[in-house]
Each structure stands twice: as structure tokens, then as C-alpha cells.
């Protein structure tokens, strides 16, 4: 969806109104309230003003400077420590991982549990997924039927786990014993011993970190995770750092049945991982944490029953994607996007809703709704690459154009679904693109499992 090209004087026309409703401090009031003060100290004269002015008392004025010194300093000791984040890295599989359309659709054919109706239901979802011929899957599941054990999913994890982590601490020249804080999140792999044990052992970090593990929070787990880390690190002394890993294991939640609804995570899922490195300490810091924002619908029985791990009337356990899937999506991200609006839109886009939902109750509840425009509040969009659906479904809902939505397609083409670290995906495909600047606020969005939607933003800073 391209938004259409608006008439040059309309645009014009816009362009003057955000600027004065935005800058309506400096260019309405200020102005104003400077020339009511010359107006009246022209009226008193020179002498008046400054018989009045050795009329004040000591006191007075020493409140006068004091007071607002003293409140502007409370409120900053108040305000919650700034987190930021030094750096990302993506794990790239090895090329024995890769899988191509062929070979999957290859190995798909040969499966003794796909009968023909399966067969052709995989491959047309397959067609439609929008995934490349470059996706990785782990070596067991190319095997025919597939090899689905603990052992396996052990070594998927530890493959894509350690990857990024060893080049997050090339790319930032930190020693694994300056970490104080460990979070990971997988929803459906939760081994014993646990990732962040699995982590400090691979790197022998120190006895008194802090670790914490999320699993069963869906694709919305990275950046919950995120949210972990930077509450941690308020906590924490100045200049801590928080290491967070996000993946998703493949190869244990491989359904062997015929289920339709079930068939379509190994459609679109795919191996990957991402390491962020957060830090309350600006000055290596590439990023500023800005906003967290949930919006959570699990107590609505369709949203929660929406992505639902059972067994089918086999006994094979698998994930069942509810049909209703994408339209509780939009419902929720409608919900979350009043509430991230209310605090990152400028005051053009906000009086303009305002005027349209005043307009809706007042005159015709017909009437529609102004979409603002989120591009006057972001200059990049990481929407959720959970499916060419669910990209077209946010790209609607925000009115985005077919460029604001690329990164998304591109790592979904490339790289298929990796869940939770898709965010970092293609956060790196715009900064390889040098589409980035200094000051440039991104908004990652994502849609959790049970129908809820998190909306993360990030400032650059360096």
C-alpha cells in the first residue's frame, strides 16, 4: 500500500500547520506574552520599573529563583535513569542449515505423515509465504522424517546462541566479565540447565550476575525481554551491563501431523538469534531505550486461543494458528497504537484525531476516523516479520508505505520468521542500507502469541 501523493498546495498547506500547532509555544505564545511585557514595562516608564523593582524584598526574590531551581532539580533526581544500547549482532546459520523452496518442498513430498491434501496445502502456503530460497533450518529437520530430539534442539540453540554473542563482544571489545545482567527468552525450548546457565558457563561469567530466563511469550519475547533488562539496570550501579539474547528453537516444535492449522509454523519459521549489549552509560552507546508499551488481550478467549500449543486428534503436538489470528492482530495493534500515540505523536497529529473523534460522536458516528500520521513521530518501522499477512495487516492499520515496510518483507524473505529476534534482523538491513541518522526515532512492533501487541522505540544517539 502506497500512501498517495498529497496536491502540492495541500501539502504546503500541512506543512504550515505543523509547524505552527507544533511550535505553538514559540511562535504563538512566547511572542505573545514578549510583547504584552514591553507593552506594559513602556507604559510605566524606566523610573516606575525600577522603584518597583527596590520595592521587592529579599525573600521574594530569593523564592522566585529558588523555587523553580529546586523543583527542576527534584524532578530530575525523580526521572527514571536513561537506559541505552551499545550494540546488536544477528546471527548468521551455517551454509549446511540452508534450506531452499525446492529442497523443502522436496523433502515435504518424501514425508510418510503429509498425505496428498497436506502435501498440497504446505506447498501453496509455501508459495504465498513471501520466504526466499536462503532461510536455514537445523540439520535434522532435512533429514526424512525429521529428527527431532533433545540433543538436537541443545545444538540448534547453542549454534545460533553463541554465534551472536561471540560477534556482539568483537563488535564492542567487552570482556564477558563486565556483564552484571543476563536475560533470554525461548517459548518453546526450556532445557535444564536453562539458557542463561547454558551462557555463563560457555563464557565463565561472573558468580554474582543476575540472570533471568522468559519462555511461552511468543514472538513479543524480545522485546519483553528488553523491557526486563532495562528495569534491571535502573536497579543496578551506574555503567552496568545487561546481556540479552532472543532466539527460537525449531527443530522441537516440529509438527508431524496433518493438521492444517498446525502445518503452517514449519511453513514460515526458521532458525536465527540476536545478542543486544544495553548499558546505562551513554558514552558507547549507539542507541536510547525511549518507550515500552503493551497492549495485552489474553483475557479475551479468542486472542488467547489465537497461537495455541496442543496435541491434534493424533496425539501430535503442535501450534495451531487460529484463522482469527490476523483480524485480533489489527484489533490489538488499533489499541496499543491510541496509547504509543498519546506519548511519541506531535500535537498536529494529536488535534487532528481529536477533532475527527469529536466530529465522529458529535455529528454522524459514520464518520471516519483520522489515521495520524506516525511517520511525523518515526523515521523507521520494524514491524514483526511473523508473516507477509501480519505485515500487510500493520502496513494498513498505520497507513505506511510499501518503503516503510521493506525491512520487514526483506528479513522475512531472507531470513523467514525467527520469532523474537527479527527486530535486530532488520534493524540491520536499514543500517545497511545507510538509511539511518543521528536522532532518528524507530519504532519496532510486535504481536505476541495470546493477541497482544508490544510497541518498542528506539532513539539514535551516536
Not at 511461552?216 to 539496570?233: D, F, P, Q, T
Request: proline residues 5%; hydrophobic residues 40%; positive net charge.
Amino acid at each position: 500500500m502506497v500512501s498517495s501523493p498529497l496536491h502540492p498546495n495541500k501539502h504546503l498547506l500541512k506543512t504550515l500547520y505543523q509547524l505552527l500547532v507544533n511550535n505553538f509555544l514559540a511562535v504563538v505564545v512566547v511572542p505573545a506574552t514578549a510583547v504584552g511585557v514591553l507593552r506594559k514595562a513602556a507604559q510605566l516608564g524606566p523610573d516606575e520599573l525600577l522603584t518597583r523593582l527596590h520595592g521587592l524584598r529579599q525573600v521574594h526574590v530569593f523564592l522566585a529563583v529558588f523555587l523553580p531551581l529546586a523543583l527542576a532539580t527534584l524532578c530530575l533526581m525523580r526521572r527514571p535513569r536513561s537506559v541505552y544500547l551499545v550494540d546488536y549482532a544477528c546471527c548468521r546459520p551455517r551454509p549446511n542449515c540452508r534450506v531452499s523452496m525446492g529442497s523443502f518442498t522436496e523433502n515435504a513430498r518424501n514425508m510418510p505423515y503429509l498425505d496428498d491434501g497436506s502435501f498440497r496445502f504446505l506447498t501453496r502456503m509455501l508459495e504465498r509465504s513471501s520466504l526466499g530460497d536462503q532461510t536455514y533450518l537445523h540439520p535434522s529437520l532435512h533429514n526424512i522424517p525429521p529428527r527431532c530430539s533433545l540433543s538436537d534442539s541443545r545444538d540448534e540453540a547453542e549454534q545460533v546462541i553463541f554465534a551472536a554473542i561471540d560477534d556482539l563482544l568483537a563488535k564492542t571489545g567487552i570482556s564477558p566479565g563486565a556483564i552484571d545482567i543476563i536475560v533470554t527468552n525461548c517459548t518453546a525450548f526450556n532445557p535444564t540447565p536453562s539458557f542463561t546457565d547454558m551462557i555463563i558457563n560457555k563464557y565463565k561469567l561472573r558468580s554474582d550476575i543476575r540472570d533471568a530466563h522468559i519462555s511461552g511469550m511468543g514472538c513479543s519475547a524480545g522485546v519483553i525481554s528488553m523491557e526486563v533488562a532495562r528495569n534491571l539496570l535502573r536497579a543496578a550501579p551506574r555503567g552496568a551491563h545487561a546481556l540479552v539474547v532472543s532466539t527460537e528453537t525449531t527443530s522441537l516444535i516440529n509438527y508431524t501431523g496433518k493438521n492444517r492449522a498446525m502445518l503452517l509454523p514449519a511453513v514460515l519459521f526458521r532458525m536465527g538469534a540476536g545478542a543486544v549489549l544495553l548499558s546505562t552509560s551513554k558514552s558507547t552507546s549507539r542507541f536510547r531505550l525511549t518507550h515500552v508499551v503493551r497492549t495485552l488481550t489474553a483475557a479475551q478467549d479468542r486472542a488467547y486461543r489465537c497461537a495455541y500449543q496442543e496435541e491434534d486428534e493424533e496425539g501430535q503436538t503442535g501450534i495451531n494458528l487460529s484463522k482469527d489470528l490476523v483480524a485480533i492482530a489489527g484489533e490489538t495493534l488499533k489499541a496499543n497504537i491510541v496509547a504509543i500515540g498519546s506519548l511519541v505523536l506531535p500535537p498536529s497529529e494529536k488535534l487532528l484525531f481529536a477533532l475527527s473523534f469529536v466530529a465522529r460522536k458529535v455529528l454522524n458516528r459514520k464518520t471516519k476516523l483520522y489515521v495520524p500520521d506516525f511517520r511525523t513521530a518515526f523515521q523507521h518501522f520494524c514491524i514483526h516479520s511473523g508473516g507477509r499477512a501480519v505485515i500487510d495487516a500493520v502496513q494498513t492499520s498505520l497507513c505506511l508505505s510499501d518503503e516503510d515496510v521493506e525491512p520487514s518483507r526483506m528479513t522475512l524473505h531472507r531470513f523467514g520468521t525467527t520469532s523474537s529476534s527479527s527486530l535486530w534482523y532488520e534493524l540491520a538491513y536499514i543500517e545497511a542500507k545507510r538509511r539511518t541518522r543521528k536522532g532518528d526515532r524507530e519504532a519496532c512492533i510486535y504481536k505476541k502469541v495470546s493477541g497482544s501487541t508490544t510497541t518498542f522505540l528506539i532513539s539514535i544517539c551516536e
